[in-house]
């Protein structure tokens, strides 16, 4: 089992930047393949970057740019720093343990874009 705890989401300006934190539980992340995902109500949850173990990342097309998807393999962590974040950045963001197998969320983190 292996447990997913994401931070760092909130309330931004049009523009502003947030930075969200997922750390992971056991002793292998520098193995995992790990990605954020947002979901909006009413749309399918969809994946916004991944990172695997070596380090190679990959951006949805919403994201390229603006977003960059990190690890902390010594701290067990992923980050995503979100810049030039637009209202349409508004939605539930999650972590989650794409590979090896089995996959994990965690819980989610709200991230809302408003002035």
């Known amino acids: 089992q292996v447990q997913l705890v994401e931070s760092g989401g909130g309330l931004v300006q049009p523009g502003g930047s947030l930075r969200l934190s997922c750390t992971a539980s056991?002793?292998?992340?520098?193995?995992?393949?790990m990605g954020w995902y947002r979901q909006t109500p009413g749309k399918q949850r969809e994946l916004v970057a991944s990172i695997i173990s070596g380090g190679t990342a990959n951006y949805a097309d919403s994201a390229k740019g603006r977003f960059t998807i990190s690890r902390d393999n010594a701290k067990n962590t992923v980050y995503l720093q979100m810049n030039n974040l637009k209202p349409e950045d508004t939605a539930v963001y999650y972590c989650?343990?794409?590979?090896?197998?089995?996959?994990?969320w965690g819980q989610g983190t709200q991230v809302t874009v408003s002035s």
């Open positions: 989650r343990k794409i590979y090896p197998f089995p996959q994990y």
């Open positions: 056991g002793s292998i992340f520098s193995i995992y393949s």
